[in-house]
């Protein structure tokens, strides 16, 4: 099996790190696996995946992308790939299908023509989004199927007091400023750790503002290059609601989410319909009084942190490398 997937900034890990369950999950099985990167994020992958990991160099370019997956296909007899792509095309992918004797993709809800002969949604308003799709398709939708670590064990209880708190929520501080704000005003003081690169222009422009949240210590929280992030470190977690969602809740974590995209705001709602996590909803509409007051709440409530905590547990077996196993071909 081929995978699939590129490392273009230090996120893409987060992509990476589930796709090297798929390759450890199939490798299981017998499968014999490979991974294709991009050219540029060769280096970080094969610090991520080890020395032992076979790994392909893919060139930038989507049509010499296309000739040197061919190529792969021809000489190494790959004929079952695996992609976990952010951004692809119907013409990429086009291409792929025709090419190899299976394909299976990881979308969230594109809005162009999906190739393959199994496509993954995992989120959890997959079912309501239209989907593109070639016939003969094979849709799994919904987040029993995410890609989630067999090997998790989920907390029991939550602790009763917080003094660490993640914030995930990209690298616009304009987004993250107000969160950030919202935090000094319910009464944390403690440290906040922003999910990005060490040294970039978000922290920079954070720094410049520490002043205004004296009771905070806002430092910068970096995905290692060499092993899975630690979200389990975390007891509470500020995020918006992407994929990595679905990574807090089959780890049983507690987290609220925040639009800060408007292709996040269905899921955010959906997550707090599902009592899975509360959520601010979309970051320019929510005031600085409601964060703040919702902040007081859940900082100050174990019980209420426990039973979402719980309900996202209860939500994503961890099973769903399993089910998806079960739509695959034998490598032969």
Not at 122 to 145: H, M, T, V
Not at 152 to 168: F, G, K, N
Not at 283 to 288: D, G, L, P, Q, T
């Amino acid at each position: 099996m081929l995978i699939r997937c590129s490392v273009r900034e230090q996120a893409d890990l987060f992509t990476l790190d589930r796709c090297q369950r798929v390759g450890h999950f199939f490798a299981g099985l017998g499968y014999r696996i490979a991974y294709a990167i991009n050219r540029d994020g060769h280096e970080r992958a094969r610090n991520f995946l080890g020395e032992k990991a076979t790994i392909y160099r893919l060139p930038e370019d989507e049509d010499e992308d296309i000739r040197r997956m061919a190529h792969l296909r021809r000489t190494h007899k790959h004929k079952l790939i695996f992609l976990h792509l952010e951004q692809t095309s119907s013409a990429y992918l086009f291409h792929l299908k025709k090419g190899f004797a299976y394909t299976a993709v990881v979308d969230s809800g594109s809005r162009f023509m999906i190739y393959a002969d199994l496509i993954l949604n995992p989120n959890f308003d997959a079912p309501s989004q239209n989907c593109l799709c070639a016939p003969g398709a094979r849709l799994l939708l919904g987040p029993k199927y995410y890609l989630a670590d067999p090997q998790i064990v989920c907390p029991e209880t939550q602790p009763t007091r917080i003094d660490r708190i993640l914030l995930h929520l990209g690298e616009d501080a304009t987004r993250i400023a107000p969160v950030l704000t919202a935090l000094q005003s319910s009464g944390f003081y403690g440290t906040v750790e922003v999910l990005c690169a060490e040294m970039g222009a978000l922290m920079v422009v954070l720094s410049k503002r520490a002043k205004t949240w004296p009771s905070l210590r806002v430092i910068a929280a970096v995905f290692p290059t060499d092993r899975a992030f630690p979200w389990s470190d975390y007891p509470f977690i500020i995020c918006g609601a992407t994929l990595d969602c679905l990574e807090m809740a089959a780890r049983g974590l507690f987290f609220v989410s925040l639009a800060v995209e408007k292709r996040q705001l269905s899921q955010a709602y959906i997550l707090e319909q599902l009592g899975i996590s509360p959520s601010f909803g979309w970051y320019a509409s929510v005031s600085h009084a409601e964060m703040t007051n919702k902040l007081r709440d859940l900082l100050a409530d174990v019980q209420q942190r426990t039973h979402y905590a719980q309900a996202t547990a209860r939500t994503i077996d961890t099973q769903g490398l399993a089910r998806i196993s079960r739509f695959f071909p034998e490598e032969k």
